[in-house]
């Protein structure tokens, strides 16, 4: 029996005008899987994307599959693609982001939607809510660990902050079905919480969406007002403290012209020097992509980044990469594609851009794009992905630690 907030949520779900959109069907030949996460802003970075890939890539391979998405939204409400928002409340300064804030209200409607199995992108409300709703429902919960926080706690809080939130973390995940790491820098931290029931799968990228044949360089230089001679690296993301902005924006101003550094969203309502332009988020992956392949190289500055989306985006889109050596950066570049940096303070970076620019650009780029093209495209994600839920539906089985992609 639902207490008296669950049911509330539940009869908003049945009010609403689209709510037979998540009335129960009957099953089908495949599964009906539920992606649920806190990380979903109308100016969300990597998971908004990897999410909406996944859509997208069983839409069009694995129709057998019914996918639900559940994220905060300005009220619970259901539509007609299997988009299911929960009420939450925004968050100050947030860049949109929800903070849920009812768990009884978030299992309630997972629940309520009856999936064969769940994957929580948090282990936060929606990630707990995951958790409960799967034991009672006795179906699988697959974690998939997007962010560090512990590390994340150290950074904005102190290092008093990291022991008890690195307990918390190690404690949720311990208690999944099966835990997804995006990469072996990752899967180690959480070797280290303890979790055993754990696979690595790397993400991908949109080979067709984001590639060189999208760039105009001269036009981009134009409108940002920049001479043809210009060196122009670029970095797409959050204003988020983990991405070390300040150290990229120093090691361009260290170096000079004629480089100069392009923030697209995370250079928002900040002044910097004149070594930087800054634009806004980029909603439209189309202008973004063409963003990308209009300019340089990539800079990349978060030595503890769990994978780092963008680092692949700027690949495909035949772009070299300077960024750190350690984390999950570290291990989608090398110098075939790149210049690691030996460290990411502003001297680290410098020395690094520069040593990329002393080579041969025009290669590198080539390299990086033929790399995406053959190691990072989304199939390898979802086909690994979807082979683990069929498993664990089918007879509650999952492979073994293994790297894939």
Request: hydrophobic share 45%.
């Amino acid at each position: 029996m639902f207490d008296a907030p669950a049911q509330r949520t539940a009869n908003l779900i049945r009010l609403e005008p689209e709510a037979p959109a998540c009335a129960v069907e009957p099953r089908r030949a495949g599964f009906h899987l539920i992606d649920t996460t806190m990380m979903y802003a109308p100016q969300s970075g990597g998971v908004k994307r990897y999410l909406m890939a996944k859509r997208a890539w069983l839409a069009r391979r694995r129709p057998d599959v019914r996918h639900t998405l559940v994220t905060p939204g300005p009220r619970t409400h259901a539509d007609a693609d299997g988009h299911v928002t929960v009420a939450a409340t925004r968050v100050p300064f947030g860049n949109g982001y929800r903070m849920p804030a009812s768990l009884s209200k978030w299992q309630t409607v997972l629940r309520l939607l009856e999936p064969d199995v769940i994957e929580a992108g948090d282990v936060f409300v929606p990630g707990h809510a995951a958790l409960y709703a799967g034991d009672a429902l006795g179906v699988p919960v697959v974690g998939f660990c997007h962010t560090d926080a512990a590390a994340l706690a150290a950074l904005h809080f102190g290092e008093w902050a990291e022991a008890p939130a690195f307990n918390f973390w190690a404690q949720a995940y311990q208690r999944f079905d099966h835990v997804v790491a995006p990469s072996r820098h990752m899967a180690a931290r959480l070797a280290d919480a303890g979790v055993q029931r754990m696979s690595i799968q790397q993400l991908g990228v949109d080979t067709d969406l984001f590639h060189p044949g999208r760039g105009d360089r001269p036009r981009l230089l134009r409108k940002l007002g920049l001479p043809a001679d210009t060196r122009l690296l670029v970095f797409a993301g959050r204003p988020a403290r983990e991405k070390n902005i300040e150290s990229m924006v120093a090691a361009v101003e260290r170096l000079g012209a004629p480089y100069k550094l392009l923030l697209v969203g995370a250079g928002k309502d900040v002044t910097w020097s004149p070594s930087v332009v800054s634009l806004d988020f980029e909603r439209d992956p189309v202008r973004l992509a063409a963003l990308l392949a209009s300019c340089d190289a990539a800079l990349h500055a978060n030595e503890n980044e769990i994978f780092g989306l963008f680092v692949l985006e700027a690949m495909a889109a035949g772009l070299p990469v300077v960024g750190s050596r350690r984390g999950g950066v570290g291990e989608l570049i090398d110098s075939h594609v790149g210049q690691p940096a030996d460290n990411v303070e502003p001297a680290g970076l410098a020395a690094a851009i520069e040593a990329l620019f002393a080579r041969d650009v025009a290669a590198i780029s080539q390299a990086a794009r033929r790399r995406a093209e053959t190691r990072h495209g989304w199939d390898a994600t979802f086909e690994a992905l979807t082979r683990l839920y069929s498993g664990l539906v089918t007879d509650n089985t999952a492979p073994p630690l293994a790297l894939t992609a």
